[in-house]
């Protein structure tokens, strides 16, 4: 520690005390606070038999699941965040004075809603695509929710080619939150240039950045932070390592499963394991391309983020969360507390295993299923699928009464619309437009409002949804879906059609003015 710096010590002494000696670190080369490392495999056994039909029982099988679900603020994300202010209150660079603010999609807000505790104000900028549980608990810690229309990290293909005018309009929308919250106006519009030149590019996670500049306050900067990584090459590798040779293991022979969020978990438990062993064993699972699951990336979101670095992963996996939903609802009903991250990992050991590739894992338990709840509620093998393939739906597409398009900023051009109907093989009368504020008031309100209501209303009582990268129409579906209407999500939107991968969007898509 540099004795030079000016340390706010007051603030020091307040966090060590009531967050850092909470979680997990290191006390004289050993983890103290560790989270439960349980054995999952009899209940994975059973999973894999009665849901997905796939009989295990013969392998030679070890699956343990790393439980920081259990961890103050609920998720893995306070490892990386205690770390991340612990270093700036020694650095001098964090006073109890100052405002922390961050772009986040979730645990990484809730995690720093801890400072609140201690007097510390935290400003989140979050995607109104967050679920309504997750928005429950950002506000439940004190947090100052900043809600935007765009996503923290944007469809591909989308990044440079945002409407000025949306990106105006969202530039007024951030400005009168911003005085809501006491911040001083004026100095947003002395930079607004550049703050619409971020908005135009949909750099939600740069636009924190500038903010705490203008602001003097403090960002986390998680995204490319490497003590987001460095966490969990120092402690959590260390901490899993020591758990399994107290059970007479080592993590040497063991596959760590995990999500990508940030990058962090996967970065830092890779370059403990290469560092220690000498070896690549971490698999990092991804959602199927176009799906959304809570916290975390898709492959293709993943890729540029300057933490996702798979050279160092033994393998990558993209798996089908509607396929993984069901084994989600059979851990927690065995009363383990894993979201849906977790489920998505666990699946993947039910594939590895079923394949004979390997046979012993440690599954990393993300957070817990408390902020997904809702979601979690409408998990049924009775209920059709929620997401559809683009396959799938063509050939089930006379069973549609209307294909609706759904988003809050984006509308398809005439080429967009008719793009639409020759992937689907239906007339282009059948697809149905709504404005963009109705499907803004949809998810903002979680009410069906009128214009939709009509839409919805036909002989056949189902419709497909479609938007630009299927997060809007799964939104949409979901909301829908706890109406007792039933739709589907076309997976991946349009942007996935086979006429539009690889072309600039702006071909086919347009800013809505309504």
């Given amino acids: 520690m540099d004795t030079n710096q000016d340390i ?28 439960p490392l349980i054995d999952l495999t ?54 109890g004075n100052q405002t922390v603010i961050e772009a986040t999609s979730g645990n990484f807000g809730i995690a720093l809603g801890q400072l609140s505790k201690i007097g510390v104000n935290v400003v989140a900028l979050v995607s109104r695509k967050l679920q309504e549980g997750v928005f429950k608990e950002l506000r439940d810690g004190n947090i100052r929710i900043m809600d935007l229309d765009m ?28 005085s809501e919250l006491g ?39 998680q995204y490319d932070n490497e003590l987001n990584t460095e966490i969990h090459r120092i402690v959590t590798g260390i901490e899993i390592d020591q758990q399994l040779q107290e059970n007479g293991d080592s993590l040497e022979d063991y596959q760590i499963v995990c999500s990508f969020g940030t990058g962090g978990t996967s970065g830092g438990l890779s370059q403990y394991i290469a560092e220690k062993y000498d070896k690549k064993s971490i698999h990092v699972v991804f959602p199927s391309p176009g799906q959304d699951v809570a916290g975390i990336r898709t492959k293709a979101k993943a ?5 996702y670095k798979p050279e160092t992963f033994a393998a990558e996996h993209e798996i089908d969360y509607e396929k993984a939903k069901y084994l ?34 440690v599954v990393i338990v993300a957070d817990g299923i408390e902020k997904y709840k809702k979601n979690f509620e409408q998990i049924s093998k009775n209920q059709i699928p929620i997401t559809i393939s683009l396959q799938d739906a063509a050939s089930i597409a006379d069973d549609y009464d209307r294909i609706i398009w759904v988003h809050t900023q984006y509308t398809p051009k005439e080429e967009g619309i008719e793009m639409i109907a020759r992937s689907l093989g239906v007339d282009k009368t059948k697809i149905s437009i709504p404005k963009a504020r109705t499907i803004n008031d949809l998810l903002s309100t979680q009410q069906i409002p009128e214009e939709l209501n009509n839409e919805l209303n036909g002989t056949k009582g189902k419709s497909l949804l479609v938007c630009m990268a299927g997060n809007t129409s799964l939104m949409t579906a979901q909301v829908l879906a706890s109406k007792g209407i039933i739709t589907q999500s076309l997976t991946g939107g349009i942007t996935n059609l086979p006429e539009g991968r690889g072309k600039n969007p702006g071909q086919f898509i347009k800013a809505a003015t309504e």
């Fill in 8 to 35: 706010d010590n007051n603030l020091l002494q307040k966090f060590e005390e009531q967050i850092w000696n909470k979680i997990p670190h290191l006390e004289d080369n050993k983890v103290v606070n560790p989270t």
């Fill in 42 to 95: 009899a209940d994975l056994k059973e999973c894999a038999k009665s849901v997905y039909k796939l009989d295990l029982d013969e392998k030679d099988l070890k699956v343990y699941g790393k439980f920081d679900s259990t961890l103050l603020s609920g998720s893995i994300k306070v490892r990386a965040a205690a770390h991340i202010i612990h270093n700036a209150i020694v650095s001098g660079k964090l006073k």
């Fill in 151 to 178: 996503d923290i990290c944007p469809a591909p293909g989308m990044e440079n080619k945002a409407d000025e005018l949306a990106a105006k309009a969202t530039a007024g929308n951030i400005r009168s939150q911003l």
């Fill in 183 to 221: 911040f001083n106006p004026e100095i947003f519009d002395i930079n607004i240039q550049e703050i619409e030149k971020l908005l135009s590019k949909q750099d939600i996670i740069n636009l924190a950045r500038l903010l705490a500049k203008i602001y003097g306050l403090f960002c986390p900067k």
């Fill in 303 to 307: 890729s540029g983020l300057t933490l």
């Fill in 328 to 361: 989600l609802k059979f851990f927690v009903d065995k009363g383990h507390n894993i979201g849906e991250s977790t489920a998505l990992a666990l699946f993947s050991v039910i594939e590895m295993a079923g394949s004979g590739n390997h046979s012993k894992f």
